[in-house]
Nanobody
């Protein structure tokens, strides 16, 4: 059973930056895809950005140019660097990883609040 633990959320002013981290309990070399989704209050969970083991990324239009996904395989950690944050970015952010059997694992989420 894979465990994912997100951290780095918090309160930030509009225009600010945050970096989210997702620590996996197993080597992230074991996974075909890693990424981030988010769920705002009263809305459905939506894609932020994902990256495959081959380096292919898939990002929401709202994330392009502002959010960057990266990973540190030595630390089994996935990151989401978020810049130029806006109030509409307020949401719970979830880390997800897919294994070679096509099973998706999810973290419990970390809350990001963008407000002045």
């Amino acid at each position: 059973q894979v465990q994912l633990v997100e951290s780095g959320g918090g309160l930030v002013q509009p225009g600010g930056s945050l970096r989210l981290s997702c620590a996996a309990s197993l080597s992230i070399f074991s996974f075909t895809r890693m990424g981030w989704y988010r769920q705002a209050p009263g809305k459905e969970r939506e894609l932020v950005t994902t990256i495959t083991s081959g380096g292919r990324t898939n990002s929401a239009d709202s994330a392009k140019g502002r959010f960057t996904i990266s990973s540190d395989h030595a630390k089994n950690t996935v990151y989401l660097q978020m810049n130029s944050l806006e109030p509409d970015d307020t949401a719970v952010y979830y880390c997800t990883i897919r294994n070679y059997d096509g099973i998706d694992y999810w973290g419990k989420g970390t809350l990001v609040t963008v407000s002045s």
